[in-house]
């Protein structure tokens, strides 16, 4: 599957992480969309990137790292087609992709640890989406 990942200097270290550990996996074609180093960086610039590229199809999810995860997750929900989930935790990763079909991951490098974090990003990667009465909710939105 193809991946791509991005952060802003707030979530470059969990990014770094992130990307390490997802390239250990043969299943996983991992695309670093920046930054690469901690110099201070606008979020919006790489959650652009990642977006428009998960909403043209060219990788079927994305990850996005910031301080908080706010601002990437406002920025890529802008996108038609894109559904950025914030998630805090193990439960709202893995509902963010039975409920909402979550194509973005999005997480608060100051916020969450690497461990959880790196079971998360496995968890968001690998839950199906339920699809049944949550299909209809997703046609809603737009
Ligand atoms: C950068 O200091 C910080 O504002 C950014 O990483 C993010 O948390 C914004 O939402």
């Not at 930054?35 to 606008?42: H, K, S, T």
């Not at 919006?44 to 909403?55: L, T």
């Not at 995860?69 to 802008?78: E, F, H, Y």
């Not at 339920?130 to 909710?137: M, P, Q, T, Y």
């Amino acid at each position: 599957m193809k991946i791509i990942i991005g952060s802003d200097h707030g979530g470059f270290d969990l990014k770094e992480a992130c990307k390490t550990h997802l390239e250990r996996n043969p299943r996983w074609d991992v695309t670093d969309a920046g930054v690469f180093n901690l110099d201070p960086a606008g979020y919006p610039k790489v959650a652009h990137r990642v977006a428009q590229a998960i909403a043209k199809g060219e990788y079927k999810r994305g990850i996005l790292i910031c301080g908080t995860g706010l601002g990437m997750g406002i920025v890529a929900n802008r996108y038609k087609g894109v559904r950025a989930g914030v998630c805090h935790n193990l439960f709202t990763a893995r509902l963010s992709r039975q409920h909402n079909n979550a194509n973005i991951l999005v997480m608060g490098g100051r916020v969450i640890g690497v461990g959880i974090a790196l079971e998360m990003v496995d968890l968001f990667l690998k839950t199906r989406f339920d699809g049944g009465r949550h299909e209809l909710r997703l046609s809603q939105i737009d």
